[in-house]
């Protein structure tokens, strides 16, 4: 690894977990396994880590590369590292798969104990809430009483948010980028068209495929093409393919005529071939279920007020799916009760997807929340002594 | 039918052509049939008629009712009737069935003379310029040289302008409403994965599934459901549906959590019973290929000189789908070609289907706009003579 600015090559840690969860939904999972990846030092007194959640089709792997392996850089390495915003010469970095997911966490693929088959659709649907609760217990599992900070993106926003909710004594800072305090009807209403392509696809055979020894191929496909178009902007997506033909003239048939056609084609049939169908399922009912004010009426200010943390947020003007509005929810919520918040509407043409690339304007704000959050540690501000379970 | 300002009880007509049609892809269809309505009278003179076309899953059917058949409104009722912003006691309106449709017009449902069996997906693929195409000749069939307006939203309105272009002489005024001269990337996104929805369905058996007794249903249903996204604005789903949940918590599995899940569904469901699903492929290349600057180098102005009608374009605000900015490209590129444009941009909630709901605005704008039309028929301001190959 000659990239002096990458955290360089990485291996991610599997930990188990024998005290039961009881999940949102009711159920309960009585062990589970995490797959977690960290870079950086964790500092004597234990207050640099920062904890970084991942959104619907991301996970543990948030920085550097697989010895070995090629195309296997983290899904957020242009944000994390030595010298890049989020710093690991700094800092302490911890990403986590999500329970549910497929990298490795315990999830739908995974074998049940009690029955010695894949969970398949019987592994329970998991909230927000419930990560937040698996997170903190890894927090524990690692020794970490207090995050110096929560970071994440769209669902992993989401995260950021709840862990001041949750835990607000063990978070200092919450980062919340492109995210929203609920999905809108119309954000429902894709993750539901998605959904429907999965579970009518007849090689889903009502989510226990692993036993038939298929995958409901068309049906992810289908769901990351309509997933996809929300994920851009429409201008971005007219500058990178406009009407360009892939052909010299449209065929009149059922091939490909226009690029982005295609574009959108490979990128479904990629993306069938690496994720989980169940998992996508439960991750999108995560999402919809996301709604910290449903117990106060949709009263936000007060969903909000438990939190104790300082809070940056960032949303961008191109994102149509949770557009600069929904992060505007949250920072009036916050300042309403009188909370440190710094917010950043980053003028980037990328839509949603912005989150994920380098913008100059973006990186900079964040790293320079992370300079303020790393002189708040030089400064010996310790954090605030909890008791853990550990 | 007690209502007065409805056109009463309607009765289609076949009309049969024999002439052979070549068609934009190469083809030629050797016979076909169109499925048409009238209301009202053609004057003597034969100056007061209007073509009324339809988008993606109308008909001919654009006004009145069908004897002993519930709920069989035309889907322009509001618009097309005594008194109404098209009064049909002043104007001759014709509505038809598009070629390859799925309403009575010849399309891949149809048997093709040349095999005994249905066309199948060995049905040409058609385009706006070849439905222009057929209604001229329908046209011809019904004595009208000249039609004092051509009128459509969305995918009507892009007939509406073709007729400005293929026939400059045979229309005295372009109503487009609600329309594009062009899909955009984002657009052609959503119509592939409708399509893809589609031929994925193993139902779809190549598009020859006629010959296997069964339909496409859910592929049908889920382009529905992505279509259905796209003609709504955000906002007006949030304001129909919200969050609300059909029962009284999360289910935390797949059954339905949220009203907006069940109305997608039914309406999906509801529309793969009665739409063929050749005809939506058909039809969403259709609006695709649009593009009548393509063979001017992108120039729009350049496109459209050839048009010698007036216009009346209309936009609504919250449209998504085709939003203003499109329709205001072809006021710019009429008016850089000095013709005579009034433009409305109206000030609506309902996003794309506003163009079909009744908006006092909007209805004024056009019922204004044939007054207009209907003053200058008065004033015997006679069209122009043209040779009818009749």
Chains 1, 2 share one sequence.
């Not at 619907?56 to 590369?65: D, I, M, P, R, W």
């Not at 989020?86 to 800092?91: A, E, G, K, P, S």
């Not at 419930?130 to 929560?150: K, N, P, Y």
Request: glycine content about 8%; overall charge negative.
């Amino acid at each position: 690894m000659s990239n002096p600015q990458s955290v360089g090559f990485v291996e991610p840690t599997l930990y188990s977990f024998t005290e039961p969860i009881k999940l949102a939904c009711g159920l309960t999972l009585p062990s589970y396994d995490l797959m977690v990846e960290t870079y950086g030092t964790l500092n004597a007194d234990k207050s640099n880590a920062v904890l970084v959640c991942h959104a619907l089709n991301a996970s543990h792997h948030v920085a550097g590369e697989y010895q070995g392996q090629e195309r296997s850089t983290g899904w957020w390495d242009n944000m994390v590292g030595p010298g890049k915003p989020l710093d690991t010469n700094r800092f302490f970095v911890v990403g986590v798969n999500n329970l549910g997911s497929c990298f490795g966490s315990t999830g739908p693929m995974s074998i049940n104990p009690a029955t010695g088959q894949p969970y398949g659709a019987s592994f329970p649907f998991v909230t927000v809430e419930d990560w937040v609760e698996a997170q903190a217990r890894l927090a524990d599992r690692l020794g970490i009483a207090q995050f110096a900070a929560v970071m994440g993106g769209s669902l992993g926003g989401m995260q950021a948010l709840q862990w001041g909710l949750s835990y607000p004594d063990r978070v200092r800072h919450c980062l919340v980028i492109a995210s929203t305090p609920k999905l809108s009807t119309q954000n429902i209403a894709f993750n539901e068209v998605a959904r429907q392509s999965i579970v009518s696809d007849p090689d889903f055979h009502g989510g226990n495929y692993y036993a038939h020894g298929v995958i409901p191929k068309s049906g992810l496909k289908l769901a990351r093409m309509i997933g996809h178009i929300t994920y851009l902007s429409g201008d971005d997506m007219s500058e990178k393919f406009g009407r360009t033909l892939k052909g010299d003239d449209y065929n009149y048939g059922l091939d490909v005529d226009f690029q982005v056609e295609s574009y959108l084609r490979y990128q479904g049939e990629k993306f069938a071939e690496y994720f989980d169908a169940n998992t996508y399922i439960l991750i999108t009912k995560a999402l919809d279920y996301f709604d910290p004010a449903r117990h106060t009426g949709g009263d936000l200010k007060l969903a909000l007020a438990k939190a104790k943390a300082k809070f940056l947020l960032v949303s961008f003007t191109t994102d149509w799916r949770f557009a600069p509005e929904r992060t505007r929810e949250i920072v009036e919520a916050l300042m309403a009760n009188k909370r440190d918040v710094t917010y950043a509407e980053i003028d980037a043409p990328h839509g949603h997807d912005a989150f994920l690339l380098t913008d100059e304007r973006y990186h900079a704000v964040v790293g320079s929340y992370f300079e303020r959050i790393a002189a708040e540690l030089t400064a010996e501000l310790k954090p605030i002594q909890v008791e853990v379970s550990a």
